[in-house]
């Protein structure tokens, strides 16, 4: 049996994005969650031990991949796919719900299929 894939979910700060990613996906055996957020002041912000921690790490906006890439540059990052979800929703909003899972569902699928 395999461990659980360990994903990071990454947003701008922590708020609404990546914590209703985590939350949706918390009780899923497969997996393993966390979520951060890549600015100042942000409510959790995502750590070199994090990205040691993450077999992939999911990203709402390019910026955040891009960001990731800037500030851990010495580092041997894991993969970071980019979701494209748009900041216009609060946590657990049910379209923000629908969005996530069109979108992390079949990443996910491929890589525990890889796994």
Same mark, same amino acid.
């Given at each position: !049996? &395999?461990?659980?894939?360990?994903?990071?979910? =990454?947003? %701008? !700060?922590?708020?609404? +994005?990546?914590?209703?990613?985590?939350? !949706?996906?918390?009780? *899923?055996? #497969?997996? $393993?969650?966390?979520? %951060?957020? =890549?600015?100042?002041?942000? #409510? #959790? #912000?995502?750590?070199?031990?994090?990205? $040691?921690?993450?077999?992939? =790490?999911?990203?709402?906006? +390019?910026? &955040?991949?891009?960001?990731?890439?800037?500030q851990? +540059?010495?580092?041997?990052?894991?993969?970071?796919?980019?979701? $494209?979800?748009?900041?216009?929703?609060?946590? !657990? *909003?049910?379209?923000?719900?629908?969005?996530l +899972?069109?979108?992390?569902?079949? $990443?996910?699928?491929?890589?525990? %299929?890889?796994?």
């Amino acid at each position: !049996m &395999h461990s659980p894939l360990r994903i990071l979910f =990454v947003c %701008a !700060m922590n708020q609404w +994005r990546s914590p209703t990613a985590e939350a !949706m996906y918390r009780n *899923d055996a #497969r997996l $393993e969650v966390r979520s %951060a957020g =890549v600015r100042t002041g942000a #409510r #959790r #912000r995502i750590s070199e031990a994090d990205l $040691e921690w993450a077999d992939a =790490v999911f990203v709402m906006e +390019r910026e &955040h991949k891009q960001w990731i890439q800037n500030q851990f +540059r010495g580092m041997t990052l894991p993969p970071i796919l980019n979701l $494209e979800i748009p900041d216009d929703f609060q946590r !657990m *909003d049910q379209d923000l719900q629908d969005l996530l +899972r069109a979108s992390i569902d079949p $990443e996910l699928t491929r890589l525990l %299929a890889g796994q």
